[in-house]
């Protein structure tokens, strides 16, 4: 048999050796990717996030621009990469949308899931809920300066019924995004291990002030409650490191 | 610091993009589009070997006390691996209902040298 190297006309094997070097390397990178986002394999999307909230969201925290077309371009990766001599913390950025408890017949209540894939070893460094509430059109004039006190209750995880509160007041002068300081409780909810954050929403003043807190209403997707988990990689010593 | 372009054999960087698209994994990457996988390929000769700068290493200078002592580490050849590497920021959904921006230190491959 004439061996491939010189048969001109046998260079039909050629492109599919290549073509098998070029997928074998591709599956190599992506395994690199999910390696290092600390996955065991890529996520299965079953419910989409809805795209208004996802806009806002990444609007809110110049995650992410997003561009006529629908791409999303990332600020800090304008083309450039990102050089550092010191060894750069791998830092992690969690916006998590609110989801509401079928079963909980409360109006109130809502509840988010940090899954910890790829989040593994993770250190909370601020957790804020983002809350938007909406001014009604008012019949009285003294409601111009609505004054409300919002109460989040937040359940610790793994103590079946204690709940914990963040207490803020707000001067709502027109509709717009709150935020609330939840790091205490997202970083007790981490260290258990237990991804799902329940909370209950409450508002003092708010029917008099003709206002209401957003919460999960499918007709106003844009307006969904959402927690932003900062968090960098735990100490080290946790960490395999490969040889 | 070498760019590979087909015509030497020696320690270089060769680009290679992936298309997030061409993958099926646009769906859970949000940005960027895609990621440069860029890898070292070619061989470090004698005298490419502990190049200065970026590509000196402590392997380099273990080698050069040989060298300086007369014993030929003849089995210490160098290796032609990253010598600067940059970090990527992906922001991809992630199995719930969240979306997780990362700063990933280390992803992608600048420059190839001996060492």
């Known amino acids: 048999a004439v061996s491939q190297e010189t048969c001109a006309s046998c260079g039909i094997g050629k492109p599919e050796e290549s073509a098998r070097v070029d997928a074998d390397f591709v599956e190599a990178v992506k395994r690199h990717i999910l390696n290092r986002l600390q996955m065991r394999e890529r996520p299965n999307i079953t419910q989409p996030i809805p795209k208004a909230a996802m806009v806002t969201a990444l609007k809110k925290l110049h995650a992410g621009k997003v561009r006529e077309d629908g791409r999303v371009e990332i600020p800090s990766l304008d083309g450039h990469a990102v050089h550092s001599n010191e060894t750069p913390e791998e830092t992690s950025e969690i916006i998590s949308f609110a989801e509401a408890d079928e079963q909980q017949s409360s109006q109130s209540s809502l509840y988010f899931v940090i899954s910890n894939e790829g989040n593994q070893n993770l250190y909370v460094t601020q957790a804020n809920l983002w809350l938007y509430f909406k001014l009604l059109p008012s019949s009285s004039e003294k409601s111009a300066r609505r004054k409300v006190t919002v109460k989040v209750f937040c359940q610790e995880p793994g103590t079946g019924g204690r709940w914990n509160l963040v207490e803020k007041r707000l001067e709502l002068k027109r509709s717009g995004w709150h935020t609330f300081p939840l790091t205490e409780a997202v970083r007790a909810a981490f260290a258990t291990g237990d991804r799902r954050q329940d909370l209950d929403v409450r508002c003092e003043g708010c029917e008099a002030a003709s206002a209401l807190p957003v919460l999960v209403a499918p007709d106003d997707e844009a307006h969904r409650p959402f927690l932003v988990v900062q968090a960098r990689q735990a100490d080290n010593k946790h960490r395999i490191r490969k040889r | ?115």
């Open chain 2, 1 to 115: 610091g070498l760019e590979c372009d087909g015509t030497s054999s020696l320690c270089c960087r060769q680009q290679f993009y992936i298309d997030f698209r061409l993958i099926g994994w646009n769906d859970w990457i949000i940005a960027p589009s895609g990621y440069f996988g860029n890898y070292c390929e070619g061989s470090c000769p004698a005298y490419m070997a502990g190049v200065p700068g970026s590509a000196s290493s402590f392997h380099t200078a273990v080698v050069n006390q040989y060298r300086m002592r007369g014993m030929s580490p003849g089995s210490m050849n160098s290796c032609c691996i990253p010598t600067k590497l940059s970090t990527m920021s992906m922001l991809y959904f992630d199995d719930e209902y969240n979306i997780v921006k990362r700063d990933v230190p280390n992803m992608i491959v600048e420059e190839c040298g001996c060492a």
